[in-house]
């Protein structure tokens, strides 16, 4: 490699740390929505996913499920994102 | 009114029984009586590193079995006259703490000592449970790598909704995070998470942050808690996690990189 090419290297090269960062906050933050809910909540995303998946093209991320609770109650949220433009599968 | 401290983390190896020996030994230090207890059962180590491994009768087990008094159990520390150590034992059968035989256990301590340290084992399975279920406050020990900070944030999750408080609608469990193995160098250089971006995850309070140091290993395989190595870093850093502990406010030291003359420079190596 020659010099160029090293200090080129080292000026794109991201940070580790912040790589690490990152990652952690995605995953910290989906685990949390996660946690206390019922055991049966991942296999739930995963069978609505495929349901969703029936009809419109949709990431992996687009389903989304909290538990929120209350006092008294607790609430499920379904999010489901849709792509801008539907196509029809 | 004593209170009960737990040492946990989930990820094993990060500092758990060495911030026990040194939480422990500081208090006592301070003129309170503890009691730091070893909950890991099948791989007892508190007794290594504080020094009295020779000296093992009987155990925790023995003291549920009903085959000796807690006091028989109990070692006294040779350094200091008011701390004891109550050993796990190294049964291989995990289900020999009982919920019942923990509890009657504590309470019994409580009699005894201001402060009672549990040093929970690694995992979220019973053994870490159990250490944790009576504790007023918890000392999440995370080294600044991303394995150890998301097992810590599930254990933080766990200390929120398992623990007695949590069941009983009490106060919640008071958490502090303690990162160690801390290398300013390395954060500076972008190969490290600083403590800033561990405590931006985890938002727990940061009671220390312990730097990387040979004096740590130095001082488990001499048997020595670290804090008890006042002229070193690592100890000094841990004397100041346990006065933030008691309340003293003192600013974190050891966070950055030393800055070398030019003969360090030219002589130090790294």
């Not at chain 2, 801390?182 to 931006?200: A, F, T």
Request: proline share 3%; with cysteine.
């Amino acid at each position: 490699m020659g010099i160029v090419d090293f200090f080129r290297a080292r000026r794109n090269r991201r940070d580790s740390a912040s790589v690490a960062k990152e990652r952690l906050q995605i995953i910290v933050s989906h685990e949390r929505a996660e946690q206390g809910g019922p055991d049966y909540l991942p296999m739930l995303r995963q069978e609505l996913l495929e349901v969703v998946r029936r009809y419109v093209t949709v990431d992996p991320d687009a389903v989304r499920v909290d538990v929120e609770r209350d006092d008294s109650h607790e609430v499920l949220e379904l999010n489901i994102t849709l792509p801008e433009q539907q196509e029809e599968v | 009114m004593s209170r009960i401290v737990v040492i946990t983390s989930g990820k094993g190896g990060v500092g758990k029984t060495t911030t026990a020996a040194s939480l422990a030994s500081g208090l006592a230090r301070a003129g309170f009586k503890v009691a730091v207890v070893d909950f890991d059962v099948g791989l007892r180590n508190l007794d290594l590193v504080m020094g009295c491994e020779r000296r093992v009768v009987f155990d925790f087990v023995n003291v549920i079995n009903g085959d000796a008094r807690l006091n028989q159990a109990l070692i006294k520390d040779k350094r200091l006259g008011n701390l004891s150590i109550l050993p796990a034992s190294q049964t291989r059968d995990k289900e020999a703490l009982t919920e019942e035989g923990v509890e009657q256990v504590i309470n019994d301590l409580r009699d005894q000592f201001d402060y009672i340290i549990c040093d929970s084992p690694a995992g979220i399975e019973r053994g870490s449970h159990l250490a944790a279920y009576h504790a007023d406050d918890a000392i999440v020990v995370t080294n600044p790598e991303v394995s150890s900070v998301r097992d810590s944030d599930r254990v933080l999750g766990l200390l929120a909704s398992r623990t007695r408080r949590a069941e009983r609608g009490d106060a919640p469990v008071q958490e502090y995070l303690l990162l160690t193995r801390y290398d300013p160098q390395r954060v500076k250089r972008g190969d490290m998470l600083s403590v800033e971006d561990v405590q931006e995850i985890l938002a727990v309070s940061l009671l220390g942050v312990i730097p990387e140091s040979d004096v740590v290993l130095n001082a488990s395989n001499a048997g020595v808690p670290v804090v008890l190595e006042e002229n070193t870093d690592a100890g000094q850093a841990y004397d100041d996690a346990v006065a933030r502990y008691l309340g003293d406010e003192r600013p974190h030291r050891f966070l950055q990189t030393e800055r070398k003359g030019l003969l360090g420079r030219m002589f130090g190596g790294s």
